[in-house]
């Protein structure tokens, strides 16, 4: 009889490498039509090109409750795909009266094709997939975004 430690081959992916840890420095608030919240997430703010670029790839599990807000110098027709994205996603894009224009639910991980905003926006939230149906989310309510200050 002898033992035999698990090589570090026959663990997953998210075991060998847990990949990228996300500060959340910032709130957001989905608001129904009559202005009352829905559900809150903390979210990870990227607002400078490298962290846009970056978002969450090589982060292999993030909490119900979390999140990432892209901020954008100015609103435009935004595309996102998920290139080195581990976790399935629901993509929200919202204008600048803070009004979400767009939801994509349930967006796969690795892929190439592009996901559009179809209107101009200037933030993006990124949750875990399913988020949006599981709090009834829909296109056309509103979100009210917070940072966190030192």
Not at 90 to 99: L, R, S, T, Y
Not at 133 to 146: L, P
Request: proline share 5%.
């Amino acid at each position: 009889m002898s033992c035999q430690s698990e090589s570090p081959s026959d663990k997953p992916e998210k075991e060998r490498n847990p990949g990228r840890q996300l500060e959340y420095t910032g709130t957001v608030t989905f608001l129904n039509s009559n202005n009352e919240e829905i559900s809150t997430v903390d979210v990870a703010v990227a607002d400078t090109r490298d962290t846009r670029q970056t978002g969450l790839m090589n982060v292999y599990s993030m909490p119900e409750d979390k999140g990432m807000i892209f901020i954008f110098e100015r609103q435009e027709n935004l595309r996102f795909w998920m290139a080195n994205t581990p976790i399935s996603l629901d993509i929200i894009f919202v204008n600048d009266a803070m009004q979400i224009v767009r939801i994509h639910r349930n967006v796969r991980p690795y892929s190439t094709d592009g996901v559009e905003s179809g209107e101009p926006a200037l933030y993006t939230v990124e949750v875990n997939a399913g988020y949006t149906m599981k709090h009834d989310i829909q296109e056309g309510m509103s979100i009210a975004f917070s940072r966190d200050t030192l």
